[in-house]
């Protein structure tokens, strides 16, 4: 009964604006139309902390064609200026080629511990890499549900064990119905092959938010990649 009370007086003594955002989607991952799989994210964030973890499967007939998977986690401190992780996992399976990654943060940088990437010759210096976020913290800074102030403000530069990229939003178009759409571009910035950078190095997209319980919550996003418009779309 003491620790419920506890916990009661904690919530309601709690600002509005401080009490926990918490994030459970799906999401369906298509290319050009075509269904390629599902991607989950499920997250919190509450009292100066935050947990975040990802999932993607294919599915239909792409999952038939090749079976892709990918999971990532991600923890650390949230502040009024964002998100500043402090441990990082990844596992990752093209149907191709695996790989992994995991990284603890010290005073903001990286320290690669084990996977794949860390045997990596050509991979990046992590001590040249402070201040940079792990993939899956960018990914739920954009999509998290959040305040709906400072919701395109986003900009931080990303680094997954190996290479490094930068995350920025540009634009912001209200719409119907309280709708918000941020617009931005991903970039290749370093640490990738050459072929990669060949291919592409800029990815233009947008996120569209819905108002939802007095916070902002991520319906879809597009990106123009190599191979075409990638749409993801909540369930």
């Given at each position: 009964?003491?620790?419920?009370?506890?916990l009661?007086?904690?919530?309601?003594?709690?600002?509005p604006?401080?009490?926990?955002?918490?994030?459970?989607?799906?999401?369906?991952?298509?290319?050009?139309g075509?269904?390629l799989?599902?991607m989950?994210?499920?997250g919190?964030?509450a009292?100066?902390?935050?947990?975040?973890?990802?999932?993607?499967?294919?599915?239909?007939v792409a999952?038939?064609?090749?079976?892709?998977?990918?999971?990532?986690?991600?923890?650390?401190?949230?502040?009024?200026?964002?998100?500043?992780?402090?441990?990082?996992?990844?596992?990752?399976?093209?149907?191709?080629?695996q790989?992994?990654?995991?990284?603890?943060y010290?005073?903001?940088?990286?320290?690669?511990?084990?996977?794949?990437?860390?045997?990596?010759?050509?991979?990046?210096?992590?001590?040249?890499?402070?201040?940079t976020?792990d993939?899956?913290t960018?990914?739920?800074?954009a999509?998290?549900?959040?305040?709906?102030?400072?919701?395109?403000?986003?900009?931080?530069?990303?680094?997954?064990?190996?290479?490094?990229?930068g995350?920025?939003?540009?634009?912001?178009?209200?719409?119907?119905?309280?709708q918000?759409?941020?617009?931005g571009?991903?970039?290749?910035?370093?640490?990738?092959?050459?072929?990669?950078?060949?291919?592409q190095?800029?990815f233009?997209f947008?996120i569209t938010?819905a108002?939802?319980?007095?916070?902002?919550?991520?319906?879809t996003m597009e990106?123009?990649s190599?191979?075409?418009?990638?749409?993801?779309s909540?369930?």
């Amino acid at each position: 009964m003491r620790h419920a009370l506890t916990l009661i007086l904690a919530l309601c003594l709690t600002p509005p604006e401080a009490q926990a955002q918490d994030t459970r989607a799906t999401f369906d991952l298509r290319l050009l139309g075509l269904k390629l799989g599902e991607m989950q994210i499920v997250g919190r964030v509450a009292r100066g902390h935050y947990t975040a973890a990802s999932s993607f499967r294919s599915t239909g007939v792409a999952g038939a064609l090749a079976r892709a998977r990918f999971t990532a986690r991600s923890s650390g401190r949230a502040a009024p200026s964002g998100l500043a992780p402090r441990r990082y996992s990844e596992d990752v399976d093209t149907g191709r080629r695996q790989s992994s990654a995991r990284m603890t943060y010290q005073g903001g940088t990286p320290r690669v511990i084990g996977g794949t990437l860390a045997s990596e010759t050509d991979r990046l210096d992590p001590k040249n890499e402070r201040g940079t976020l792990d993939p899956m913290t960018a990914l739920f800074s954009a999509l998290r549900t959040q305040p709906r102030d400072g919701l395109c403000d986003l900009r931080a530069t990303v680094f997954d064990g190996a290479r490094r990229s930068g995350f920025a939003f540009t634009d912001r178009q209200a719409g119907a119905q309280g709708q918000i759409t941020c617009s931005g571009t991903y970039r290749r910035l370093k640490g990738f092959s050459a072929s990669e950078l060949r291919r592409q190095t800029v990815f233009p997209f947008a996120i569209t938010y819905a108002p939802r319980g007095g916070l902002m919550r991520a319906e879809t996003m597009e990106m123009q990649s190599s191979y075409g418009k990638v749409t993801l779309s909540r369930q």
